[in-house]
């Protein structure tokens, strides 16, 4: 699995990622069940409310190598701010729309 992984813009400044990361890696949460390695092809926001620039920077990691594309946990479950982006489904609709059925979406991380 090639990931592209899309994170909320409000949450970059307290949060690394780390815990996607380390799901990834042990194939937890969202990852369960993934047949070989995870490699992460490029990580990237949102681009900040209410989430346009997503389909463009999803398509950028899809040209790169990226057959997954991961909505951040802090998008649609709204860790760690407790607060989920209102726009969340609206942004995994638009992604699946540009991309087509060839792109997996995977909408959280943990």
Same mark, same amino acid.
């Given at each position: 699995?090639?990931?592209?992984?899309?994170?909320?813009?409000?949450?970059?400044?307290?949060?690394?990622?780390?815990?996607?990361?380390?799901?990834?890696?042990?194939?937890?949460? %969202?990852? @369960?069940? /993934?047949?070989?390695?995870?490699?992460? *092809?490029?990580?990237?926001? #949102?681009?900040?409310?209410?989430?346009?620039?997503?389909?463009?920077? %999803?398509? @950028?990691? /899809?040209?790169?190598?990226?057959?997954? *594309?991961?909505?951040?946990? #802090?998008?649609?479950?709204g860790n760690p701010i407790g607060f989920a982006c209102p726009h969340s489904q609206a942004m995994k609709?638009?992604?699946?729309?540009?991309?087509?059925? #060839?792109?997996?979406?995977?909408?959280?991380?943990?």
């Amino acid at each position: 699995m090639k990931v592209g992984l899309i994170r909320c813009m409000q949450t970059e400044d307290m949060c690394p990622a780390t815990t996607d990361f380390k799901v990834m890696k042990e194939k937890k949460c %969202a990852f @369960e069940g /993934v047949e070989g390695d995870i490699e992460v *092809i490029g990580v990237n926001t #949102c681009g900040g409310c209410p989430g346009k620039r997503a389909v463009t920077r %999803a398509v @950028e990691m /899809v040209k790169r190598g990226a057959d997954t *594309i991961v909505l951040a946990s #802090c998008i649609t479950r709204g860790n760690p701010i407790g607060f989920a982006c209102p726009h969340s489904q609206a942004m995994k609709d638009a992604i699946s729309k540009k991309l087509g059925d #060839c792109i997996r979406v995977i909408d959280y991380t943990h």
